[in-house]
């Protein structure tokens, strides 16, 4: 007797797509060890707590492979079933200052910005930049300098006492 459908194989395991792993960008800036996470939670708890930021200031974002793009981990909730993401670190984004809420997009305009609308030098608000490329910058000259030599144009502002 015939049943509808081919017969059942016994012992068949469904084969279950493994989650994508997702680096964090700042630890690959840094040249720390890369850190590598599965789930969105995960990497924004690692962002809050070993960078202190967020990834809309970090200028991180999820893409789902079903092409939902997200700032935040609610896509899980919105009944997708691919949910598995890759992290887009958007380079033209640049960094806030400290002062304000003003982004820079360069080493040379960050300097100019904190001597221009602060009357202040990176030195002296306790911090410096540093270079993709792993290059410290203490002022305003040795930002233009290192602009001059490096084609890196991500950055951030490191405190002082983070060395």
């Not at 840094?30 to 202190?52: E, G, M, P, Q």
């Not at 999820?62 to 949910?83: D, E, I, L, P, Q």
């Not at 960050?110 to 930049?129: E, M, P």
Request: charged share 30%.
């Amino acid at each position: 007797e015939e049943k509808n459908g081919p017969p059942a194989k016994k012992g068949k395991i469904e084969k279950i797509e493994k989650k994508k792993e997702m680096e964090c960008p700042l630890c690959t800036v840094d040249h720390k060890r890369k850190r590598r996470y599965t789930s969105v939670n995960a990497l924004i708890n690692h962002l809050r707590f070993n960078h202190r930021t967020t990834p809309a200031e970090a200028g991180i974002k999820f893409r789902c492979a079903c092409g939902h793009t997200s700032a935040c981990a609610r896509h899980n909730s919105s009944g997708c079933s691919v949910v598995n993401f890759t992290v887009i670190h958007e380079k033209k984004m640049g960094v806030k200052c400290i002062l304000c809420k003003t982004m820079m997009t360069s080493l040379s305009s960050y300097t100019a910005h904190l001597r221009t609308a602060h009357s202040t030098k990176i030195d002296k608000t306790g911090s410096h930049l540093l270079c993709s490329c792993g290059v410290k910058v203490v002022s305003e000259w040795t930002a233009k300098k290192h602009m001059m030599i490096c084609d890196e144009r991500q950055f951030r502002v490191q405190k002082v006492d983070e060395d």
